[in-house]
């Protein structure tokens, strides 16, 4: 089993900072894909971004140039860097993870979410 455990979340400002952590533990191989998807009051899950294990990223275009995505192998932990937060970034961050359990069996695996509460 593999547990993602997120934290980083709070209250700012609008035009603050705030970096999202996502650690997995378990029984990993290895992380294929981890991404940051984000969900407000009455909207839908959206994928924020996205790093794969080769360390291509991709970005919604509401957060190029502001978030910044990344990961350290060696800690199973993903980042999410979040510059210029603006009041519509507020909703609960979520991880997920596209884990490798051995070299030919993978799972997705989702934390808990964070809320991120950007103030105008």
């Known amino acids: 089993q593999v547990q993602l455990v997120e934290s980083g979340g709070g209250l700012v400002q609008a035009g603050g900072s705030l970096r999202l952590s996502c650690t997995a533990s378990?029984?990993?191989?290895?992380?294929?894909?981890m991404g940051w998807y984000r969900q407000a009051p009455g909207k839908q899950r959206e994928l924020v971004a996205a790093?794969?294990?080769?360390?291509?990223?991709n970005y919604a275009d509401s957060v190029k140039g502001r978030f910044t995505i990344s990961r350290d192998n060696a800690e199973n932990t993903g980042y999410l860097q979040m510059n210029s937060l603006k009041p519509e970034d507020t909703a609960v961050y979520y991880c997920?993870?596209?884990?490798?359990?051995?070299?030919?069996?993978?799972?997705?695996?989702w934390g808990q979410g964070t809320q991120v509460t950007v103030s105008s």
């Open positions: 997920k993870a596209n884990v490798g359990l051995t070299l030919l069996k993978s799972s997705e695996y």
């Open positions: 378990g029984s990993i191989f290895r992380i294929h894909r």
């Open positions: 790093v794969y294990s080769g360390g291509d990223t």
